[in-house]
């Protein structure tokens, strides 16, 4: 009678277990968990560029620290100036639109550099 009760009480624990354990991969496999799942990977793999991009950018610091102690850069500059401000793209105006679109009314020739003659 006990060895039943056991196995009885053993089968039903198992059985809880697997459905337990079912239930929740199933919940992992829903499109909006998996979509969580893809998004968080994605951050994760953001920061690990952001990182590794900040690491480059320290180890080109220092090396061209070394370099200019190396080659004797790293004297003042006499002149006392600052670099200039990098420059900015600008947006095409009217004008230089009228001239890019100038060129595409060219002539075209039948004669082709690239052919072997």
Do not use: C, Y
Not at 9 to 16: E, F, K, L, Y
Not at 60 to 68: K, T
């Amino acid at each position: 009678m006990f060895r039943r009760t056991f196995w009885f009480t053993a089968g039903a624990a198992a059985g809880v277990w697997a459905t337990t354990k079912v239930n929740r991969k199933l919940k992992q496999l829903t499109p909006e968990s998996l979509a969580a799942q893809a998004a968080n990977k994605a951050l994760e793999t953001g920061h690990r560029i952001k990182d590794f991009a900040l690491d480059v950018r320290a180890g080109m610091v220092q090396r061209e620290v070394e370099l200019g102690e190396a080659l004797g850069l790293d004297a003042p500059d006499d002149r006392g100036r600052e670099l200039p401000e990098p420059r900015r793209r600008g947006v095409l105006g009217p004008a230089a639109r009228s001239t890019a679109h100038s060129f595409s009314k060219m002539p075209t020739s039948s004669f082709n550099r690239n052919e072997d003659h």
